[in-house]
């Protein structure tokens, strides 16, 4: 049996782009077009009542940021769009580079006046490794913006890859008239206003020039010539070298306003690639056989790529994002976490709009489905319906910042315990347990995952801690060839052995030296600054 039907239908992207870009905007606006949702939470109104609806966390709502990513799914044009929003701030971005693994495109977004940011760069980084198709959507055209050639030319530079503009903008801020669609010969008149719905902006067909010179004057002529420009420079739309991520389609547009975003949900059904073949580690006798898994195939597959905890503060749930790899997902089917070998018997299935959910009856290679779960599931598993496959490529990065935590109530130590594992395994910290005990130790990428943690402690199991600095800068995950040279290593350095939330040994470092050092002392130590995940278990201290 073949789903390759319903697995042709399916486009799974992430939205990503630096903080204050738009992002979350767009994310709504793409929601509403296609039907999914009748209002838009304005991002800007962070004390109203209406949040952002892929803005859940109560820090995000006092924030107005985006600090996990949420998972929304929306049926439009007879396609099942998987959308997946990531957070921008840099401090997060292990938690983006893992939703990366789990899409098929990316829609990166760019603010007009700023062009290419930081955090941009990063993620365009994590997308070139993959090979990820780009489409790229410079935002906030209404505002006082750089010219569109500039932003062009900054985007190939960044990116590394040519742009090919597929709607080409006429004017920028007061004077901005609209967007001509290459694709469509047609211009489409801009008009302010965040209720507008695509059939309520005017067009007409380029071949009115007269008109449409007439009425937007020199900010007509300047736009013909600039995208004569563009257009001559830039190589025509290839299909092939987009879906290799070798170049990118561009739009322009304003998503507070509605407008320009249609051309963009279009274009995710028309060009954006379908579910593709995933590689598997295939264990045959205990040694990995690597076998190629198609979407299209009848046995279920997939990789949790995230865990949330507490997601519904009644339930005291966790949900383990499934990224679908192959077959059929039907309701009461038996899946087995290959890690452990154990059945997963999840309380419910859902898919999601944002906070809303709904009951899974059935979903295919591309979706992304939740399962509820009370534990058991850790970021990286692979669940299938008996298979042993292995999928790989779910990074955890070695932190670069450490805290110790302290418990101001003794009593609530059992809370605090079940707090960290949970939000360990989840990912949204790196939680480090001394083997010869003492305080837990918090390790994480940027300083803002402490305060979430911090305040997701206090909020979601009632711990009050304190976070104190300690004397350590860095870890590294630790192999070696044998047991006994292990044995050897950890009797050596005791005070620095600790084991993350996978149960994976790590040597703690207070400076770059001290790896040196030790791995001049045991030159058959292996350290790791980047483990794939649990399922590859990199020793431990047996």
Known sequence: MTYAHETRRRRTFAIISHPDAGKTTLTEKLLLFSGA????????????????????????????????????????????????????????S?????????????????DAANGVEAQTRRLIEVCRQRDTPIITFVNKMDREVRDPLDILDEVERELGMPCVPMTWPVGQGKLFGGIINLRTQAMTVFDSGSERLPQDFETHPLSQQALLAERFGAEWQTAMDSMELATGASPTFDAEAFLAGKQTPVFFGSGVNNFGVMEVLDALVDLAPSPKPRTSSLLVNKQPVVKEIQPEDSAFSGVVFKVQAN????????????RMASGKYTPGMKLKVQRTGKELRPTSVVT???????????????DIIGFTTHGG????DTITDGANLLFTGLPFFA?????????KNPLRTKQLQQGLDQLGEEGAIQVFKPEIGGPMLLGAVGQLQFEVVQHRLKAEYDCDVRLEGCQYTGARWITA???????????????????????????????PYDVRLAQERFPKIHFHPLREHAGLALGSAG
Request: aromatic share 8%; net charge negative.
């Open 481 to 511: 060839d044998t047991p006994a040279e292990l044995r050897e290593f950890t009797h050596a350095y005791p005070q620095r052995m600790s084991l993350d939330a996978a149960g994976t040994l790590a040597y703690l470092c207070t400076s």
């Open 399 to 407: 932190p670069e910042l450490f805290m110790t935590v302290i418990l």
């Open 94 to 110: 292990e938690d983006t580079y893992r939703v990366l693994t789990a899409v098929d495109s990316a829609l990166m977004v760019i």
């Open 377 to 380: 599931v850790q970021l990286g």
């Open 311 to 322: 997601m519904d503060a009644n339930h005291r749930d966790r949900i383990a994002f499934v």
């Open 352 to 366: 999601f709009l944002s906070q809303r959910r709904e009951a899974v009856d059935e979903a295919y290679a591309g």
């Open 37 to 92: 949702i009748q209002i838009a939470g304005s991002v800007k109104a962070r004390k109203a009542s209406r949040h952002a609806t892929s803005d859940w966390m109560e820090i995000e709502k006092q924030r107005g940021i985006s600090v996990a990513s949420s998972v929304m799914q929306m049926l439009y044009r007879e396609h099942v769009i998987n959308l997946l929003d990531t957070p921008g701030h840099k401090d997060f």
